[in-house]
């Protein structure tokens, strides 16, 4: 069972930053994509980034392109997510998700975090 644990959201002002991180389990280690989505309130959840086993390839969501990165520290069982210039539209909650394979779409991650709630005031 992957066990995948999200932290460091929180409360920012509109062009502030913020560094998401997502710890997995031992087992999950070095040997899975990771993902991140978000689902703002009333939304669907929407793909943000992706990352393969070993950070050589990433993919992002065309709105976040420049602006999130996406990196992994195997070494550390961990994924993170820096988000700068924030904008209101960014606030939601920000999942964390594993599987074997990398993707875009909600479907193709079995294992995810409890989410972290992130909110940009204007």
């Known amino acids: 069972q992957v066990q995948l644990v999200e932290s460091g959201g929180g409360l920012v002002q509109a062009g502030g930053s913020l560094r998401l991180s997502c710890a997995a389990s031992a087992r999950t280690g070095s040997t899975y994509a990771m993902a991140w989505f978000r689902q703002a309130s009333g939304k669907e959840r929407e793909f943000v980034a992706a990352i393969n086993w070993n950070g050589g390839l990433t993919y992002y969501s065309d709105s976040m392109k420049g602006r999130f990165t996406i990196g992994r520290d195997n070494a550390k069982n961990t994924a993170y997510l820096q988000m700068n210039s924030l904008k209101p539209e960014d606030t939601a909650v920000y999942y964390c998700?594993?599987?074997?394979?990398?993707?875009?779409?909600?479907?193709?991650?079995?294992?995810w975090g409890q989410g972290t709630q992130v909110t940009v005031s204007s």
């Open positions: 998700a594993a599987d074997s394979r990398t993707g875009a779409l909600y479907a193709e991650y079995r294992y």
